[in-house]
């Protein structure tokens, strides 16, 4: 299953035009129990793709996010990724708790954020997010471990930050469009 999710990352990379910028790798630093990593990759002035991935501490299991994002009124001025942003994702969680019961819980479906990403240097970046996602959850009992994986992970809304670094794109006293 990790080699799927290295996959997926993969093609993600490599999507659209074949150049080393508009690309941003983030991070979420308030997931303290589990590992929360992020790619986006700039389509057009407005537009974005990108992905999340996650990987629990307590549970052995992951979480992909691929999402797609409309920045509202990309601010030139302060580098690609910035401004006023929306935006729709699906995702699906699998794992397996540790507990004598070993049981398999899984979890997918669909979500809408809000945010606004600053340019606090060159290339990093700070995003401020909230939204709400609808979740299927299947797990076979509600043995105490599905419920601290539900009330830790599967919250129907969120809220958090990430710190990116975007890489190869122009610097941002250079990124002005110039008018004739």
Known sequence: MKKSILVFFGILLFFGKVQAQDNMLKIHPLHILSLKCEYERKLSDNWSIGAIGNGY?????FRVEPYLR????????KGVFAGPYIQGKFHY????????????ISEYGFG?????????????NLDLFTGYRASVLRYPSSSESTTTF??????PWELGISLGYSFGT????QHKRTHS
């Not at 969680?93 to 398999?104: T, Y």
């Not at 954020?113 to 606090?120: R, S």
């Not at 122009?170 to 006293?173: A, D, E, L, S, T």
Request: glycine share 4%.
């Open 150 to 155: 539900k009330t830790l992970y599967c919250s």
């Open 93 to 104: 969680s699998r794992a397996i708790d540790r507990s004598a019961e070993n049981e398999l």
């Open 170 to 173: 122009v610097p941002i006293k």
């Open 112 to 124: 809408a954020a809000f945010g606004y990403q600053i340019n606090l240097a060159a290339n990093f």
């Open 70 to 77: 409309y920045y509202l009124k990309p601010d030139e001025e």
């Open 57 to 61: 501490f307590v549970y052995s299991g």
